[in-house]
């Protein structure tokens, strides 16, 4: 599901954003997906999909780790949410990686949630997401 979810995402952000599928089994909690900006700010995203029953990312401890790590860093979780019935539409919401801890335990909160729409396009999802990107920017190292 995931998978689908990632090329349907690549498919829509063609434009505007550049993807480098980088998920493998050989360096654990690696996230999915290195991105850039057309206008060359890099960042990491990681999918997850939820199901409307438990309403919680399953995040492992590896993944934990890496988002810790890069808590200053643009890190983000895409998380689709399919509903329980088809005529109800998806939702789309993102997170940034400093927040990985609170979704590995709690439930999902779209309060918390940088990003939330039912429409995955370039206004309601992609934009929002580059403007994310662009001011989650890091200029000096703590």
Do not use: C, W
Request: avoid cysteine.
């Amino acid at each position: 599901m995931e998978s689908q979810f990632y090329q349907h995402f690549k498919k829509v952000s063609k434009d505007y954003l550049i993807l480098f599928r980088i998920e493998n089994r050989a360096i654990s909690g690696v996230p999915d997906v290195l991105a850039t900006t057309k206008s060359g700010v890099f960042f990491t995203l990681e999918f997850k999909e939820l199901s409307p029953k438990t309403n919680q990312v399953k995040l492992n401890k590896f993944q934990l780790v890496f988002h810790a790590k890069a808590i200053n860093n643009p890190s983000f979780i895409i998380i689709r949410q399919n509903p329980l019935k088809k005529s109800e539409p998806k939702i789309y919401s993102i997170f940034h990686g400093s927040r990985a801890m609170y979704l590995a335990t709690k439930k999902i909160d779209y309060s918390m949630a940088d990003i939330v729409t039912n429409k995955l396009d370039y206004p309601s999802l992609i934009l929002p997401l580059i403007e994310l990107v662009h001011g989650s920017r890091i200029t000096k190292l703590s």
